[in-house]
């Protein structure tokens, strides 16, 4: 397939530029694959507080615990030129990988102040990134923590706020890390989890610390040609045991979003079955892939031609994610980060 073939038009009143005040009021789009009353899938408009009815005793939700860090840092050169940073990867206390927006790629040695506050050294570069120094008692994080900015995505036309340190979070976030959120999540409140842990059905905890790549356009039309950005992911041993029971029990492996699928299918990849993985993973997902852990996935709505519309369609059938696509514009679902949900089961 081409990358043509993963556009569509969406009006861009549907980009959802705030968050909802209650997580779970937002939309689900449920595109059902598994009626065998229909010759078709069929498309049900739901509520997300609705996911209780779609998860059964026996399954498994599979979550990704990662935190979303205030990435995003403004200042200048010193010797003059204003600078974005906005970190990828923190490496150790006091060095980074980071993209650098300016007008003038800086080159190693090259003193930014950042904030008004910090001093930081470019010492090198790896790729598209640079490599950063903060030369400060305080570690990154603490010192991300006072003064970095949300990392919202280019998308939301406004600059962050004190609400999106809570509401570009999910609930269950720990460990710090993600330049961006794994936004399924973002609809899930304690309340709803309380709901689903009382009827039976188990939770298991991944971590993929989403980068900024997850935004970069594809810019090959032969996706052959294409190379996906690496992303740092963990799956441990009890993440197996739970999927290996949920199995055994006639259950049905969940996927909270897209990040949760490629940390299970990338522990998965070398034998096609889930083991233990903890390393960078680069594996992208295309209509043709066979899935080897995940039954159903809850996800929100992706870019035009991105890499994520071509995982789910991968998952659920190319066609019957364009009709659910053409059919979420229609009925005015919002879109992407802070927008509406889908859930997914995979294409017979």
């Given at each position: 397939?081409?990358?043509?073939?993963?556009?569509?038009?969406?009006?861009?009143?549907?980009?959802?530029?705030?968050?909802?005040?209650?997580?779970?009021?937002?939309?689900?789009?449920?595109?059902?694959?598994?009626?065998?009353?229909?010759?078709?899938?069929?498309?049900?408009?739901?509520?997300?507080?609705?996911?209780?009815?779609?998860?059964?005793?026996?399954?498994?939700?599979?979550?990704?615990?990662?935190?979303?860090?205030?990435?995003?840092?403004?200042?200048?050169?010193?010797?003059?030129?204003?600078?974005?940073?906005?970190?990828?990867?923190?490496?150790?206390?006091?060095?980074?990988?980071?993209?650098?927006?300016?007008?003038?790629?800086?080159?190693?040695?090259?003193?930014?102040?950042?904030?008004?506050?910090?001093?930081?050294?470019?010492?090198?570069?790896?790729?598209?990134?640079?490599?950063?120094?903060?030369?400060?008692?305080?570690?990154?994080?603490?010192?991300?923590?006072?003064?970095?900015?949300?990392?919202?995505?280019?998308?939301?036309?406004?600059?962050?706020?004190?609400d999106d340190r809570d509401r570009y979070q999910?609930?269950?976030?720990?460990?710090?890390?993600?330049?961006?959120?794994?936004?399924?999540?973002?609809?899930?409140?304690?309340?709803?989890?309380?709901?689903?842990?009382?009827?039976?059905?188990?939770?298991?905890?991944?971590?993929?610390?989403?980068?900024?790549?997850?935004f970069l356009p594809v810019s090959v039309d032969?996706?052959?040609?294409?190379?996906?950005?690496?992303e740092w992911v963990e799956v441990d041993q009890?993440?197996?045991?739970?999927?290996?029971?949920?199995?055994?029990?006639?259950?049905?492996?969940?996927?909270?979003?897209?990040?949760?699928?490629?940390?299970?299918?990338?522990?998965?990849?070398?034998?096609?079955?889930?083991?233990?993985?903890?390393?960078?993973?680069?594996?992208?997902?295309?209509?043709?892939?066979?899935?080897?852990?995940?039954?159903?996935?809850?996800?929100?709505?992706?870019?035009?031609?991105?890499?994520?519309?071509?995982?789910?369609?991968?998952?659920?059938?190319?066609?019957?994610?364009?009709?659910?696509?053409?059919?979420?514009?229609?009925?005015?679902?919002?879109?992407?980060?802070?927008?509406?949900?889908?859930?997914?089961?995979?294409?017979?």
């Amino acid at each position: 397939m081409k990358l043509s073939d993963f556009r569509y038009n969406l009006p861009p009143e549907l980009i959802a530029q705030e968050a909802l005040t209650n997580r779970s009021a937002s939309r689900l789009l449920h595109l059902d694959t598994l009626n065998t009353e229909y010759n078709s899938p069929q498309i049900h408009d739901k509520h997300f507080s609705d996911i209780i009815d779609l998860i059964h005793k026996d399954d498994l939700l599979v979550f990704n615990n990662t935190r979303v860090i205030p990435a995003r840092l403004r200042g200048n050169k010193i010797t003059g030129g204003k600078v974005e940073v906005m970190v990828e990867r923190v490496l150790d206390d006091h060095h980074v990988l980071a993209h650098i927006r300016a007008n003038k790629s800086p080159k190693a040695g090259t003193t930014l102040l950042l904030e008004n506050q910090l001093n930081v050294e470019i010492t090198g570069r790896q790729g598209r990134l640079f490599e950063i120094k903060f030369a400060h008692k305080r570690t990154v994080f603490q010192l991300l923590d006072e003064y970095g900015h949300i990392p919202l995505p280019p998308y939301i036309e406004r600059e962050d706020t004190e609400d999106d340190r809570d509401r570009y979070q999910t609930v269950f976030a720990k460990k710090e890390g993600a330049v961006a959120a794994p936004t399924a999540g973002l609809h899930f409140t304690h309340e709803l989890l309380q709901k689903l842990k009382n009827k039976g059905v188990a939770f298991a905890q991944v971590t993929l610390h989403v980068g900024a790549g997850t935004f970069l356009p594809v810019s090959v039309d032969n996706l052959k040609d294409h190379i996906m950005h690496s992303e740092w992911v963990e799956v441990d041993q009890d993440v197996c045991n739970a999927v290996a029971d949920c199995k055994a029990r006639g259950g049905k492996v969940v996927a909270v979003g897209t990040t949760s699928v490629r940390s299970l299918e990338s522990a998965a990849k070398a034998t096609g079955n889930l083991q233990t993985f903890s390393g960078d993973t680069q594996l992208f997902i295309t209509p043709g892939y066979k899935f080897n852990v995940v039954d159903a996935m809850i996800t929100n709505f992706h870019l035009s031609e991105s890499t994520l519309l071509m995982l789910v369609s991968a998952f659920s059938g190319y066609e019957n994610i364009m009709t659910a696509y053409s059919h979420a514009i229609k009925e005015k679902y919002r879109f992407f980060s802070y927008g509406d949900a889908m859930f997914l089961e995979a294409a017979e």
